[in-house]
């Protein structure tokens, strides 16, 4: 019995890793530990959320493991007690790992973490330590036990820890299904409360010595699963595999852009922040019980059992599915769209939100799995977007049923004037200083195009009558729009419309969804785009949803004057397809900015109106603040339209002044994938096809009739093009950069408005594409255009006329 036991222990004791090339990418983010500052590493089945400190919380999904993660050193002949994490220097994010480095002058330790991808049902994350030091350590580990299940699930406590003798504790909760194991091979226990002291929660150590000269050449993993069973076993194996689980996620971003859309740019940062943004939506993939969604994004949760908003929502999904469409990823955007027919209601509604732990709850009874009106109508435009990038027909036929359903739902939900009401759910905003609306514009407007977007899916489904009724109800609403929420006199259009037709004017951004589909657009909206793009609405790091003229302004609210990178994107391709390429490209280059502002290689959830500094509450990964650098990026910028039933991709370029050329690599149309070439020649941007089968796909210039198959496109340059500089201010900083709020053109002129600080002076580049160009309002001298704002206070015009 004596041997059989020992064999056991034998058998599962955990052991250091022997140390393995971690390899790089050049896609790394390094920097110096800004203090508080957040990261993130998340993956399908767990996350890693903390500050860039070292300090972090560990979730194998949808359970809370651990907390407040420290580390403490004693040093051989030095008995000072050495808090590492106030040793942090450097934090280095890449695509499959992030590392952070404590530095003292007689060590160095570095803490990986990784959040497996394509892992076992157990795997979710694992943090590993390499150390090197020129005397004996003594390590002290440090972390809350949690075991607290995501929300809303009940939880049963602090959980209790016994400590095993192969070299792990195991946390037990009342609830003998929810347990954990969390080991560090070689480490021993720190104290152990007994069950005769005042019960109050305490930490866990592990307390590990590290001889340099035997031990250099290891990593000392922290592993942890979380199941009933035998977490021993459990944990043995995820040592045991915790290399090949490394590499493999390593290898996965490693060819990460073999098949995904690309861009090669003059702006290196714009490439990585495109890049960024598909990573990161990539990791709001989260498996739950073998079906694949999107959540929303990620922050460390605190004291909460919220993990930002790590958990499944209907329109998060869907306006990131725009993204995934454009960048390639069907096979993702698929999953997400039939995560959410599964959880269709009966009579077509589509969810608003499932929490990863809803299974686990009565979570019909809660207010949440259908609270949104505007999933439904999303839904329908987005499986249309889909299909249009993928060519997907099969899967369309094979969800028929759930697309007409959800379209029925709207419109058995309309006002007397035919447009879908918020009756059924919140449109945009979840709370109004006014009162909650009847009509949004914002739902308006995707009732229009959810419309426009069923008559095209029932024409590729051969069903001739529903098709047609479909586009006479959405050319009914287009007409409705005009005429019940344009106010004439401020040329703008209202946020909403009581029952009794009575208008809101609150002045937003919300009117710029008519914008997104690229086939309904506002008329007479030129005031209202010439305000997104001034001082009022824009800041230097984003737009705000309300006026600051407005008396619900509030720059820290969560709907009435904070910015969101949402927003931006919205605004950013609505002023791209409304002909204003320069505020469009000032917004996109905000979001895109943001990839290094705040959690690394991620774009935050929401941030002030009146300083450069995101919310408490913001969810520093917020998964379509990503998607949002991607679509005015390729849908405006790059003026991408997929048309793949009909084989075509439409482009409308809308290239920076200072390109000279770009690529995208793996543009994909349906099943074919080629790269495009966009190259300025003379007085002309050449678009060409290249490395695709001939014939397979054919470029057409957008908004016109396709002449043949052709493989290259001719696009002529206005006369002149300004360069606009980018950049996202000091944190703290208000809004002070030049903004381009107007810009119109003829064969012979092109009109600019500016709008700069009162006296403030700029030197710009300009690209002259015809010869004998004149200005009216600037000083020319070669390629540099000079400004001098006029004086005064606050925010001053200034009207450039260029003419030859």
Wanted: charged share 20%; glycine share 8%; with cysteine.
């Amino acid at each position: 019995m004596i041997l059989a036991t020992a064999f056991l222990a034998a058998s599962i004791a955990l052991h250091p890793v022997a140390s393995f090339p971690l390899g790089s990418n050049p896609l790394a983010i390094t920097r110096s530990v800004h203090s508080g500052a957040p990261f993130n590493v998340a993956g399908e089945h767990g996350a890693i959320l903390g500050e860039q400190d070292g300090h972090f919380e560990a979730w194998i999904w949808p359970v809370k493991v651990l907390s407040q993660f420290q580390i403490y050193a004693e040093m051989s002949d030095h008995q000072v007690p050495i808090d590492v994490n106030a040793l942090a220097a450097t934090i280095e994010v890449a695509p499959g790992r992030t590392s952070i480095t404590y530095s003292h002058a007689a060590f160095t330790i570095r803490q990986h973490m990784v959040a497996f991808r394509n892992p076992g049902s157990n795997e979710g994350a694992a943090v590993f330590f390499e150390i090197a030091s020129v005397r004996p350590l003594r390590l002290t580990f440090r972390f809350m036990p949690e075991i607290i299940r995501m929300w809303p699930a009940a939880n049963f406590g602090p959980p209790s820890a016994d400590w095993k003798p192969e070299g792990y504790y195991v946390l037990h909760t009342d609830n003998p299904e929810i347990s954990a194991a969390i080991g560090i091979p070689r480490a021993q226990p720190g104290p152990i409360p007994s069950n005769q002291e005042k019960p109050r929660a305490y930490p866990l150590e592990f307390q590990l010595s590290f001889d340099p000269k035997k031990d250099s050449k290891l990593f000392f993993p922290l592993l942890m699963t979380v199941g009933s069973g035998d977490s021993g076993k459990r944990l043995q194996e995820l040592n045991e595999r915790l290399p090949g689980l490394v590499m493999q996620t390593q290898h996965y971003y490693d060819r990460f852009w073999d098949d995904r859309t690309t861009a090669e740019t003059p702006d290196l940062l714009f490439n990585q922040a495109l890049k960024w943004a598909e990573i990161a939506i990539d990791q709001g993939r989260v498996n739950f019980h073998g079906e694949e969604g999107l959540v929303a994004g990620y922050c460390e949760s605190g004291d909460s059992a919220r993990p930002g908003y790590g958990w499944f929502f209907g329109r998060d999904a869907l306006w990131s599915s725009y993204a995934l469409n454009s960048f390639g990823d069907f096979a993702v955007a698929r999953n997400a769209i039939k995560f959410l027919i599964k959880r269709q209601r009966d009579d077509g509604k589509i969810m608003h939100e499932f929490s990863q732990t809803a299974d686990l709850v009565d979570w019909k009874s809660l207010p949440y799995l259908y609270a949104a009106a505007d999933s439904t109508p999303l839904f329908v435009m987005a499986m249309e977007d889909y299909v249009n990038a993928s060519g997907d027909i099969s899967f369309l036929q094979e969800q028929w049923n759930a697309v007409k359903k959800a379209y029925s739902f709207t419109r058995s939900h309309v006002g007397p004037n035919g447009i879908y009401t918020n009756t059924e759910g919140t449109g945009w905003v979840e709370s109004w200083p006014p009162g909650m609306p009847y009509q949004e514009i914002y739902l308006a407007s995707l009732d229009q195009q959810s419309s426009d977007s069923m008559a095209r899916l029932a024409a590729i489904m051969h069903e001739d009558s529903l098709s047609r009724n479909a586009a006479e109800t959405a050319r009914r609403i287009r007409t409705k729009l005009e005429s019940e929420f344009y106010v004439k006199e401020t040329g703008f259009y209202a946020f909403s419309r009581d029952e009794a037709g009575r208008l809101d004017k609150t002045a937003t951004i919300y009117p710029s969804v008519a914008w997104w589909n690229g086939r309904l657009f506002l008329p007479g909206a030129g005031p209202m785009l010439t305000r997104w793009a001034s001082s009022e609405f824009s800041t230097d790091w984003g737009v705000r949803d309300v006026s600051i003229h407005s008396s619900i302004y509030d720059p820290i609210s969560y709907h009435q004057g904070s910015v969101w990178p949402l927003f931006t994107g919205w605004v950013a391709l609505a002023e791209y397809r409304a002909g204003r390429a320069l505020a469009g490209y000032q917004h996109l280059m905000q979001n895109a900015d943001l990839t290094w502002a705040q959690d690394p290689g991620a774009v935050t959830e929401l941030l002030s109106g009146a300083f450069f500094q995101p919310l408490g509450r913001s969810s520093t990964h917020q998964v379509w603040s990503s998607a949002m650098v991607l679509i005015p990026a390729l849908r405006g910028l790059f003026g991408l339209e997929w048309d793949a039933f009909k084989k075509t991709l439409r482009i409308a370029p809308h290239l920076p002044a200072e390109w000279d050329e770009a690529r995208l690599h793996n543009v994909r149309v349906g099943s074919s994938r080629f790269d495009l070439i966009y190259r300025r020649e003379g007085g002309r941007l050449i678009v060409r096809e290249q490395g695709g089968e001939l014939g397979n796909v054919c470029l057409a210039a957008g908004g016109e009739t396709p002449k043949g198959c052709q493989r290259q496109l001719s696009f002529p340059l206005p006369g002149v093009e300004v360069a606009l500089p980018h950049g996202l201010p000091l944190p703290g900083a208000f809004t002070g950069q030049l903004k381009a709020v107007d810009e119109q053109s003829s064969e012979n002129r092109t009109t600019m408005t500016l709008e700069a600080p009162a006296a403030s002076t700029y030197e710009l580049t300009l690209r002259v594409n015809r010869s004998g160009v004149r200005v009216l309002g600037g000083e020319l001298s070669g390629n540099r255009l000079h400004l001098q704002f006029p004086s005064g206070e606050g925010y001053q015009r200034l009207v450039l006329t260029f003419e030859w």
